[in-house]
């Protein structure tokens, strides 16, 4: 294929980042704005060696979930990605996405659940921070970033947030006009409003404004926000200090000029209080199907051990904890840890039951493996960059009953998989959730759980284990360590199992584990863990 060239092609399947795939002789062609099903005529505009990057021309006949696009500007804005396919053909393509990830990047052959839609398509943002700007007439204007650009596309109504963001955007423009304060050029690091950075209360209706500014203060500030405060009925008004030559939206200094400096809400029964600097997922109504869902897969019993990381304001892990004795929740932004605590001390859970830890996943997890701490079920959300390699070592050596795993990514989540599967575990279930309508982003939680030994165990051979009398032949040592790991969480040593071995008479190969010289003491083994050997033996028939 050449640059220009223009072939006719039909719209397979989408890819993950929501273009369409056709195919001319064998080479893949991802073409944006199309649906699969569509035939159109599509323009070569970058050839590569084994694939193209294409443009439509001409939509010849559409594709089933086609449907006209109702908003202005979702193609140079890029918020809405699938605006132009119905609800029903997104879910489906979702529900592809999430499949084609698992299958080509996991190597798993099992299938996807279809996607649970979201309770709501439209107006579902919780939050939302729109950069502020001037238009082409030189007048106050918010909207978002084009594509890979810091060029803002202008919005008046954004039909994924409530209508009074919409309503308090434009006014808030107005009264910017009115008391001559300028939005903010990151190219020249000048003027004063950046961005304006609103969230809502799903369930309480409490409503937050804070305005990110480069600077101290605004020109007539309390005037400013108590007439914002006003007209939109907000709970609470903040400013943000953000004086840094960067495209990070907050700064670290956030004062309150109006109200509490913080909405409440509740989300899967957990009752939350948040500013401007808690993660929170920006669609309550799916977020509490997700929870609801990673509930059910965890099967906490009474008196389970529930290990949280990446926990956020711990949200997942307290809306799990009436049904197990202890939660740690681990999360590092400091902000997020203290409302999770306090979330704790609302419920009037006590500190030994539900403790939030400021620190990096993989460092706590790995510092959980070495104390010895086994977690019965470990829940992960973490970023789209997914686990650490330090996170999925600590999670195999703890070897939790279950793993439960929520990921915006389902690329670095099947590797994730991957690697504990690999490890002795079994994804049970995939099951994709659609927090973010009309775009391309989609949510999933997996069900992992570690396989019994009688099912897999894997056993790294030594040459002495060929070496083996009539009895040892029933069983492996490791085939004994794994069963004991399994069913008491005891980790046993080989001189351990031959001691027990020894004391009923299964007789061992001579020399076998004893010391290296005549004076050296050897340890015992202690009651609790020779009982689990007995069992494991049992087990085996060697009893």
Known sequence: MIKNQIFEVTVENLSSDGNGVAHVEGQAIFVPGTAPGDVIACRIVKPMKSYAFGRMERLIVPGSGRIPSDCPVCTPCGGCGLRHMSYEAECAAKTGFVQDAFTRLGHFDQQVLPVLPSPLSERYRNKVQLPVGLDEAGHPVTGFYAGRSHRI????????????????????????????ISPYDETTHTGLVRHLYMRQGWHSGQRLLCLVINGKSLPRESEFCRRLQQEFNLTTVLVNRNTQRTNVILGQDTRTVLGPGVIEDTLAGVPLQMGVHEFYQVNTPAAEVLYAKAREFARLRPGDFLLDLYCGMGTIGLSMKPDCDRLVGVEVVPQAVEEAAATAARLGLPAGNAEFLCMDAGEAASRFAAQGQRPDVIVVDPPRKGCDAATREAIITMAPRTVVMVSCNAATAARDARALCNAGYHLEIIQPVDLFPRTRHVETVCLLSKLKSTQHIEVELDMDELDLTAAEKKATYDEIKAYVLEHSGLKVSSLYIAQVKQKYGIIERENYNKPKSENAKQPQCPKEKKDAIVEALEFFHML
């Not at 596309?153 to 008391?179: F, G, H, I, T």
């Open 153 to 180: 596309v202008p919005c008046s109504d954004c039909k994924l947030q409530p209508e009074w963001m919409n309503r308090l955007a434009a006014r808030a423009c107005a009264l910017m006009e009115e008391y001559s």
